[in-house]
């Protein structure tokens, strides 16, 4: 019962350095989220997808990239990473039935140095 | 300019005794609201939710009230236990989207 899962747990990057973060799920479901934590401000959307080769902006995608290729996977991308990019981020899917509930990764630990 | 609120970033209750969580939010549109709950170095997990047509809705010890015309719900635990000690998350869906919003977090501690 893997459910969602994220890699890798924990990194640290250069200012500048890129990494894609990899998020998975076994669920079969149709939408896929992307939050960063920081704390005190609770999790913010950064990118979502409502289904396999869609994308949509969150309330801060500016630095970031996602991709959808394929139903169970959501990649999301530093191009250029900047230390405002040290954060927790959680990735999180549903079903698109009427209950929004939404079910979590574990979280990678990014810091930028 | 937050949507969603929780104004009180701690609180402390000893074990057996209620713990009242609260959130406030601004959005009218919100339809659907949700409690999660946090352990560290983990992903929030889902506790119970209340849609904005009704104003209460129970879980074993877990209670949810939802307060429109104040734009106020609180989560009530009853009786708390060690394990409740946690950071909890609300959220709330605009019925126009896809997304939630959520609060900035209560850390809760039971004392035993």
């Known amino acids: 019962n893997a459910g969602v899962t994220q890699t890798p747990k924990f990194r640290v990057l250069k200012t500048g350095q890129s990494m894609t973060l990899l998020c998975a799920q076994d669920?079969?479901?149709?939408?896929m989220y992307w939050y960063r934590q920081d704390p005190g401000m609770g999790l913010r959307l950064i990118h979502y997808?409502?289904?396999?080769?869609?994308?949509a902006k969150g309330e801060v995608p500016d630095g970031y990239n996602v991709s959808r290729l394929k139903k169970q996977n959501f990649l999301l991308g530093l191009e250029s990473a900047a230390p405002s990019q040290t954060s927790v981020y959680f990735c999180?899917?549903?079903?698109?039935?009427?209950?929004?509930?939404?079910?979590f990764g574990a979280g990678t630990r990014l810091s930028v140095l | 300019d937050q949507q969603v609120k929780q104004n009180s970033p701690s609180l402390s209750v000893q074990e057996g005794r209620i713990s009242i969580l609260n959130c406030d939010y601004t959005n009218s549109m919100f339809d659907y609201f949700l409690w999660y709950k946090k352990y560290p170095a983990e992903g929030p997990t889902f506790l119970i939710s209340?849609?904005?047509?009704?104003d209460k809705n129970e879980d074993g010890r877990f209670t949810v009230f939802l307060n429109k015309s104040a734009k106020h719900l609180s989560l009530h635990i009853v009786p708390s236990q060690p394990g409740d000690s946690a950071v909890y998350f609300c959220a709330a869906r605009n019925n126009a989207g896809n997304m939630l919003t959520f609060g900035g977090g209560t850390r809760l501690m039971v004392k035993p």
């Open positions: 999180a899917s549903r079903t698109d039935a009427v209950l929004p509930i939404q079910y």
């Open positions: 669920m079969n479901h149709e939408y």
């Open positions: 997808s409502v289904g396999e080769g869609t994308t």
């Open positions: 209340i849609s904005s047509i009704k």
